[in-house]
């Protein structure tokens, strides 16, 4: 039975595209989890600071998940001024037996420099007949930590961190395959079972990352795509995942709407959509 079994998967994992080894998957539990929090502010604007902003956003996503898909649970990774570890976050949503992991942040850009002319000053150099003036240019350096740049992005994991995300896979193997006993991570054939499934979940990512970005820009709001990531914050659990970056706290514009009630429900409704357009189309096997 065991080798029937491992051999029909293996040769199903070759014929079928990945995104089709997740057909008919049922979305019946995802976690929220804010960035952040507590002593970890995060990205910092004129006036607010991202932990704040995730929460509340993260609040408002799961309201409208709890509103709308009733077969859906939300588990949240913190529901105050809190920190959880990242290790912690991926405890929660292995130990839950997620679907998926919506992990909610915002974005900054680095501060940069700008050298500006302040006036002149006379200075003298050299000694008795050598002694010159001369007249200096004075400069001082303003940090600027503003940006024009605007738009959302969603995150999925990096290569680099397969193999954690492969040990996530065996760890939680109970939660994914129906014989979970057959999962042994010395066993080469569950090696190939595993890759399998590692892959899967990463094309469900980018495909859920997609579907999130296309209620942004529904919105008319600037997709800057679906973007690969060497993040930690994904790599520990087993589920598919994305990291939402919902605009720039830099961008005084985008401060102030991700600020005003009105933006952070509309962002999170682009995120609940994103799921919920997902849910459709896992659960119908498409």
């Known amino acids: 039975m065991r080798k029937i079994w491992l051999f029909l998967l293996l040769l199903a994992g070759s014929m079928l595209t990945i995104p089709a080894f997740a057909a008919n998957k049922k979305i019946t539990k995802v976690v929220l989890d804010a960035g952040h929090g507590g002593k970890d502010y995060g990205a910092r604007g004129a006036y607010s600071n991202e932990k704040d902003l995730t929460l509340a956003i993260v609040k408002k996503i799961g309201t409208l998940i709890n509103d709308s898909l009733r077969d859906v649970q939300v588990i949240y990774t913190r529901t105050d001024d809190t920190y959880p570890s990242l290790k912690e976050r991926h405890a929660i949503a292995n130990q839950a037996g997620a679907d998926l992991f919506i992990s909610v942040h915002i974005n900054s850009t680095p501060y940069w420099y700008e050298k500006v002319k302040t006036g002149t000053r006379t200075v003298y150099r050299g000694h008795g007949r050598k002694r010159r003036k001369h007249v200096e240019t004075v400069y001082k350096t303003i940090r600027h930590h503003t940006t024009q740049l605007q738009g959302t992005e969603s995150l999925v994991l990096g290569s680099i961190r397969n193999n954690q995300k492969s040990k996530a896979v065996v760890d939680y193997g109970e939660s994914i395959v129906d014989e979970p006993d057959l999962l042994n991570e010395n066993d080469p054939q569950t090696a190939i079972i595993i890759a399998q499934y590692t892959k899967a979940f990463l094309s469900s990512s980018v495909e859920l990352g997609t579907a999130i970005q296309q209620q942004f820009?529904?919105?008319?709001?600037?997709?800057?795509?679906?973007?690969?990531?060497?993040?930690?914050?994904?790599?520990?659990?087993?589920?598919?995942?994305?990291?939402?970056?919902?605009?720039?706290?830099?961008?005084?514009?985008?401060?102030?709407y991700m600020n005003s009630e009105q933006g952070q429900w509309e962002i999170a409704k682009a995120i609940y959509r994103g799921i919920k357009a997902f849910k459709m189309q896992a659960e119908s096997g498409k």
């Open 217 to 256: 820009a529904n919105q008319g709001r600037r997709d800057l795509g679906v973007k690969q990531q060497s993040l930690e914050v994904l790599a520990g659990s087993y589920m598919p995942g994305v990291l939402v970056e919902c605009g720039f706290i830099t961008n005084p514009d985008e401060e102030a």
